[in-house]
């Protein structure tokens, strides 16, 4: 079982920046896939990046829409997760959910979710 607590949402305006973290419980996350997805109001929850464990190249990936704007990381020694987010738009306005143990971007666990207002 892994535990996520996302933290680092707020209000920024557009063009601003956030970098929301993700604190992992359990000693197996360095072997996890982990991503970061959204949701905004009345729309599904979509995917926006994830990256690979370091056993596995430690490789990412992103949605178009996020590209060159965020950025995902990992420090396997804290077994956290972070999403790094530039230039953001009111699009980008969203419960951002932490995700542990990707495979084809369906994740197995879920964090509760941190909102991110981006203010025109």
């Known amino acids: 079982q892994v535990q996520l607590v996302e933290s680092g949402g707020g209000l920024v305006q557009a063009g601003g920046s956030l970098r929301l973290s993700c604190a992992a419980s359990?000693?197996?996350?360095?072997?996890?896939?982990m991503g970061w997805f959204r949701q905004a109001p009345g729309k599904e929850r979509e995917f926006v990046a994830s990256?690979?464990?370091?056993?596995?190249?430690?490789?990412?990936d992103y949605a178009d829409s996020v590209k060159g704007r965020f950025t995902i990381s990992r420090d396997n020694a804290k077994n956290t997760v972070y999403l790094q987010m530039n230039r953001l738009k009111p699009e980008d306005t969203a419960v951002y959910y932490c995700?542990?143990?990707?495979?084809?971007?369906?994740?197995?666990?879920w964090g509760q979710g941190t909102q991110v207002t981006v203010s025109s």
């Open positions: 990256i690979r464990s370091p056993w596995n190249g430690g490789t990412t």
């Open positions: 359990g000693r197996t996350f360095s072997r996890y896939t």
């Open positions: 995700a542990a143990d990707l495979v084809n971007r369906r994740p197995n666990y």
